[in-house]
Nanobody
């Protein structure tokens, strides 16, 4: 059973930074691509960033481009989300996600972590 465990969330002031981590328990072809989603109730869950197995491809939501950077360390089966210049609207639960490719991320059939809370105060 593939498990994803997020860490690194917390409370930060606007303009600050956080670095989220997501550890994958075991790699399978269905976990080659990984990414981050976020949800701030009552909003829908939204895509934040994704990265391919070799990191040659990355994708970002327009709202985070230039501020967030996704990366991965395959030796540690871990991905990261460096979040800079955080804004109050970035407040959400951030979920790690894994699937076959970036375009497959975000479905109910892909792997999900339990989430980590990020709160950005103004």
């Amino acid at each position: 059973q593939v498990q994803l465990v997020e860490s690194g969330g917390g409370l930060v002031q606007a303009g600050g930074s956080l670095n989220l981590s997501c550890a994958l328990s075991a790699r399978t072809p269905r976990s080659d691509a990984m990414g981050w989603f976020r949800q701030a109730p009552p909003k829908e869950r939204e895509f934040v960033a994704g990265i391919s197995l070799t990191a040659e491809r990355t994708a970002y939501a327009d709202s985070v481009k230039g501020r967030f950077t996704i990366s991965r360390d395959n030796a540690k089966n871990t991905i990261y989300l460096q979040m800079n210049n955080l804004k109050p609207e970035d407040t959400a639960i951030y979920y790690c996600n894994a699937d076959t490719r970036i375009s497959s991320l975000g479905t109910d059939f892909s792997y999900w972590g339990q989430g980590t809370q990020v709160i950005v105060s103004s």
